[in-house]
């Protein structure tokens, strides 16, 4: 009697799968709380394309203090999500990251005024006081631009002081603060848009470059799903992504999420505004990327030179 080894066929029953892959561990760090400018990403670990393309992604949320450069350049984040400004001036310092990817084709971040505000254009802002972000670049640009000057109070991620004064002007997200504002008891507020001065950053995708080097297979399969998980939050049913948002952020309500998807949707964020269809999703360009630190030249803000946009953007690693 041949025993099993010997045997052309094994006994019945004896046949077994061979053990599946472990999943490949990936660590995202988000520059907010969970909310519906992550709808791509929390889109595609609801409904598993992250699983299913070989990946264990944890998607950890940020904050005031995300520091999302920080912890890519110290390898406790993989990828993480940023304004692609303070990608590259944190590259010029010397971080070893760089872009892999649009989250929107247009940074949301805007100057919210009051519907009723007579300042109707950038070069009224000269002798106003904003709120904002002091290390914007966008706000050396404008004074640079329009031979302007105005004062500049520290953001403080908050909507109240806006609320009561008719005539504060503020820095915001375009996606979610309109929300709370008129929630608050304000009209809904009118908006100068960062694009329309010519300063058309990219809300990005980042990764630590070492780490991309050793793992382009895994970078690819991650975009992928990534690109996927965005065409199916903002073409199909959101509900998987936003159960996981309520989860992880129990301040999003149903309400909130609703209106901020749709605001992305009609500022055509993803896409790109003069987009005709969502085939642009995810992609950047060396073209913008060229631009844009050419601009940050001509402010002084990175010195001429410093960097080649081959440094600071990989198209490699999209599908």
């Given at each position: 009697m041949a025993l099993w080894g010997c045997s052309r066929q094994p006994p019945a029953g004896a046949a077994q799968q061979a053990p599946a892959a472990p999943l490949f561990k990936m660590t995202v760090q988000l520059d907010w709380v969970p909310q519906p400018e992550h709808g791509g990403l929390y889109q595609a670990?609801?409904?598993?394309?992250?699983?299913?393309?070989?990946?264990?992604?944890?998607?950890?949320?940020?904050?005031?203090?995300?520091?999302?450069?920080?912890?890519?350049?110290?390898?406790?984040?993989?990828?993480?999500?940023?304004?692609?400004?303070?990608?590259?001036?944190?590259?010029?310092?010397?971080?070893?990251?760089i872009h892999i990817g649009a989250v929107f084709q247009n940074?949301?971040?805007?100057?919210?005024?009051?519907?009723?505000?007579?300042?109707?254009?950038?070069?009224?802002?000269?002798?106003?006081?904003?709120?904002?972000?002091?290390?914007?670049?966008?706000?050396?640009?404008?004074?640079?631009?329009?031979?302007?000057?105005?004062?500049?109070?520290?953001?403080?991620?908050?909507?109240?002081?806006?609320?009561?004064?008719?005539?504060?002007?503020?820095?915001?997200?375009?996606i979610a603060e309109p929300f709370f504002i008129v929630k608050g008891g304000a009209k809904y507020p009118k908006f100068l848009y960062a694009w329309d001065a010519g300063f058309d950053a990219y809300t990005s995708l980042v990764a630590n470059r070492p780490w991309a080097q050793r793992n382009p297979d895994k970078v690819r399969a991650f975009m992928a799903a990534y690109i996927r998980g965005?065409?199916?939050?903002?073409?199909?049913?959101?509900?998987?992504?936003?159960?996981?948002?309520?989860?992880?952020?129990?301040?999003?309500t149903d309400d909130f999420l609703a209106f901020c998807r749709k605001m992305i949707i009609d500022e055509r964020l993803v896409i790109g505004r003069d987009a005709k269809d969502d085939s642009r999703t995810g992609r950047i360009s060396r073209e913008r990327f060229a631009i844009q630190i050419r601009q940050l030249e001509e402010l002084g803000i990175l010195p001429k030179g410093k960097l080649a946009v081959d440094e600071v953007m990989t198209t490699e690693y999209l599908p």
């Open positions: 670990l609801a409904k598993g394309y992250f699983r299913e393309a070989g990946l264990d992604v944890d998607l950890v949320p940020g904050g005031p203090n995300a520091f999302v450069m920080q912890k890519l350049a110290t390898g406790k984040a993989d990828i993480g999500q940023s304004d692609s400004t303070n990608t590259l001036l944190a590259i010029a310092q010397g971080l070893p990251i940074d949301p971040s805007v100057l919210m005024l009051h519907a009723d505000n007579p300042v109707k254009s950038f070069e009224e802002l000269d002798g106003k006081t904003i709120m904002a972000r002091p290390e914007w670049a966008f706000l050396p640009y404008l004074k640079n631009k329009y031979h302007i000057s105005f004062n500049i109070i520290p953001q403080n991620f908050a909507v109240a002081n806006f609320i009561v004064d008719k005539n504060f002007i503020q820095q915001g997200y375009y965005w065409k199916d939050y903002i073409g199909g049913d959101p509900a998987p992504a936003h159960a996981l948002m309520k989860q992880l952020n129990p301040e999003n």
